[in-house]
């Protein structure tokens, strides 16, 4: 399979994602996550091959098998497919893990995903949010004087460390006040939140040790509904943040501040991952049946009704 030296640089220590310049080091744990992986990519091919009926188009000529993305269209009855495929194309999907993109819109009426969402940066993020929400995870670090998170603008980088402040501004970082969302068993706990068209299909309520707080592995995860951990006015304004961010599906990085009861949106992601590795194969596949049910009704049940 090719996209094992397109999409990586290899080295003795580990692999290095192209497009986002992330690492991910050789361990016992990360060989135990491709096993889980492979485990899972298998059982959803065997269960969705039959279903693949109509053609969607992607950008960047194809959709990996660990973005969520490949397991919703495919079991909703989709099959990717590259922009020249021609006028079977039943939808069109602007798929990059670049911070900033230009993609070009389609000039026919064809049903088309995230081509106007280019521009993720951290700093549009929390700007949005503050817009949406009315209060501020943006702090200024020159005058700060509690610990913050400085990250980098950059998608994907998970770069993240606590500083005290104040501190110096650097080009290209963003400073944002500490959330507490951790456990009583110290974990922290991150809700990530697949979108369709502004609304939450699911929420992935992820945890991790609290010393592990910005690595991209987690040791534990279940499946809740949307509206079992927000209320109506939390969901209206996800929605409200989803249509500024002109994010058609993506997923959103949720964080619940134990202090003040605040939740905080900390990230948007238009090339999700998942579903998330530590939940249960069986939870795995349900969360794919529930947003793939979602996607189908809205991008594929119009036009065949």
Not at 224 to 235: A, Q, R, T, W
């Amino acid at each position: 399979m090719s996209f094992w030296g397109s999409d990586f640089e290899w080295s003795w220590r580990g692999v290095t994602v192209k497009e986002t310049g992330a690492d991910v080091r050789f361990d016992g744990p990360l060989f135990y996550d491709i096993w889980r992986w492979a485990v899972y990519t298998t059982a959803e091919k065997l269960r969705s091959f039959s279903r693949q009926k109509h053609a969607v188009s992607v950008d960047a000529g194809t959709i990996r098998p660990w973005y969520l993305l490949w397991a919703v269209v495919t079991r909703a009855g989709g099959r990717l497919v590259s922009p020249d495929y021609g006028d079977r194309i039943k939808a069109r999907i602007h798929f990059s893990d670049q911070t900033f993109t230009a993609p070009q819109k389609p000039a026919n009426d064809l049903f088309s995903l995230n081509f106007s969402c280019n521009d993720i940066s951290k700093s549009r993020v929390a700007g949005t949010f503050k817009n949406v929400f009315g209060y501020d995870l943006s702090v200024d670090p020159e005058t700060y004087d509690k610990d913050m998170v400085v990250k980098s603008e950059d998608n994907g980088a998970h770069d993240g460390k606590i500083m005290p402040g104040p501190t110096a501004k650097q080009p290209n970082m963003v400073y944002q006040r500490l959330i507490d969302n951790a456990t009583d068993d110290g974990h922290v706990r991150d809700l990530r939140c697949p979108t369709l068209m502004g609304k939450p299909c699911l929420v992935f309520i992820k945890e991790r040790p609290i010393d592990q707080r910005f690595d991209n592995l987690n040791t534990r995860c279940r499946l809740e509904k949307p509206e079992d951990l927000f209320s109506d006015d939390e969901l209206s304004k996800i929605s409200q943040f989803c249509q500024k961010m002109k994010l058609d599906f993506g997923g959103l990085d949720i964080l619940r501040d134990k202090g003040t009861g605040r939740i905080y949106i900390v990230d948007v992601n238009k090339t999700d991952m998942g579903p998330p590795l530590a939940l249960p194969l069986r939870e795995k596949l349900r969360a794919v049946d529930i947003i793939a049910e979602q996607f189908k009704a809205v991008v594929f049940a119009p036009e065949s009704g």
